[in-house]
């Protein structure tokens, strides 16, 4: 059944999220089809977090196991709103780990190389085995106590489609000058009220302004690793983004994601090039 | 010309150094080729951060730009000694980023698929730009003034490759208990007075033991992604290893490299599996 795009819920009677709508891809694979509604856009096209995730979406129907456990994405050039085709590749269907890439092309051009490891995280953490924390959860205050960030502030769609809780305003939504301190801590969740998983992880790490717009620039994404450590419980997801080093116009940005019992479940760092 | 296996220094008169015999690969491309000697092995066959400097000494032959400054790399199959073949791939080549992939094929079967992004660090070093710096060097004491590894410690060939100057010894060297710490702060360079370079960083961030033995288990490599973000000068490197996050069977490993001049010139992280 093709997915309903109008935005109503669907004739089933199960509420269709936004991300669930454009994330939707047709075909029997190995190439598959998509459409980037513009609804996901960062400042630069369509956000790089987005792409991943429906790579990821894409990597899945053809991967043996069930769960994105690391995926890497490489982008080539900027999306824009459209029909996209995502060619997708078993590069390997192991014992335990699953290997899969995925090429994302608008226009005939390619946006994105995207490649994944799938396996089972229920049956891995059902082996049980050594636990070793280091903690470095955010301390945050409950949500409704935290600041709210405006959807248009940036001008960004991507903003409409979240809601941020962060425990001060960044300095372009506060109407102040750069801290200099490029680190973001926040509370997250989809607005329209669907549940953090696996596959929409690629996107919530890349999908707040960057932290480094703190040091008074902006970037764009070169490469994207995630690490997707944990199903993620429903409920607000607890987030720190930090970049600590910027020099030669490149700088990486960390971004760590703990769920509503206070589990790490993704954890991923980017490399990104200032632009402005 | 066909590289000098024997070790012996080279018939020009410049001195053939191990790592660079290891990785000289041969042929016009895209497909090289290139010979596992069974000297950069980890416990489990030939060192994933060894196969990654490979293929990205292989990428560089057919990208426009000269320096690194991402690569990914996901982890198939274990290698071994003997000869493999190394497809590669141009995936773009943009203005100011270009863009490469490698697959590493032994006795015809994938063990790494790595992608990377090439570009001009010393053009964009002169463009100059904004900086932050959040430190975090490891405060170490003189290479002389810390402690040795014995290179045949582990059983692994590899450590006969480098120096190891850590701050304290890991407890298998030591041979005491696991100190449930796993984080590693040592010197490191090649033991046979080759320089360190952008090519051989990717090795560099893999080539000690798991941070993860501290806490009493061993682990093979998923993905390991490296940012390359400066030249290294001469001289020793500085380096962290430390691993915060061990549950259901995953663990990351993060490796953070300062050159001699306490310049950052490699931030990289890896997901493990833990194998025993």
Not at 1 to 14: K, V, W
Request: glycine share 10%.
């Amino acid at each position: 059944m093709s997915p309903d795009l109008s935005g109503n819920p669907d004739p089933s009677g199960i509420e269709a999220f936004d991300f669930d709508l454009a994330t939707a891809v047709t075909g029997e694979g190995p190439v598959f089809g998509a459409s980037l509604d513009g609804r996901w856009n960062a400042l630069f096209g369509t956000n790089g977090g987005f792409l991943l995730a429906l790579a990821t979406q894409a990597i899945s129907k053809v991967m043996p196991f069930p769960d994105p456990i690391v995926v890497s994405g490489f982008f080539l050039r900027p999306g824009s709103a459209g029909p996209v085709a995502i060619s997708t590749e078993v590069i390997r269907a192991g014992k335990t780990t699953s290997f899969g890439q995925a090429s994302v092309l608008r226009d005939g051009k390619e946006v994105l190389r995207a490649t994944a490891a799938f396996s089972d995280l229920e049956a891995a953490a059902a082996r049980g085995g050594p636990v070793h924390e280091a903690g470095g959860m955010p301390d945050l205050p409950p949500p409704e106590h935290c600041a709210q960030v405006p959807p248009a502030a940036l001008g960004a769609t991507i903003a409409e489609r979240f809601e941020y809780r962060p425990v001060t305003l960044p300095h372009w939504a506060a109407g102040s000058s750069p801290s200099s301190n490029p680190v973001y801590e926040l509370w997250m969740r989809f607005a329209d009220g669907r549940e953090p998983d696996l596959v929409s992880l690629p996107l919530f790490v890349d999908a707040t302004a960057p932290a480094v717009m703190e040091v008074g620039v902006v970037s764009t994404t070169i490469e994207l690793t995630v690490h997707l450590r944990a199903k993620p419980a429903p409920g607000w997801l607890a987030c720190r983004v930090a970049t600590r080093h910027l020099s030669s116009g490149y700088h990486e940005e960390d971004f760590d994601i703990w769920d509503s019992t206070g589990t790490l479940v993704a954890q991923s760092r980017q490399l990104a090039l200032i632009v402005g």
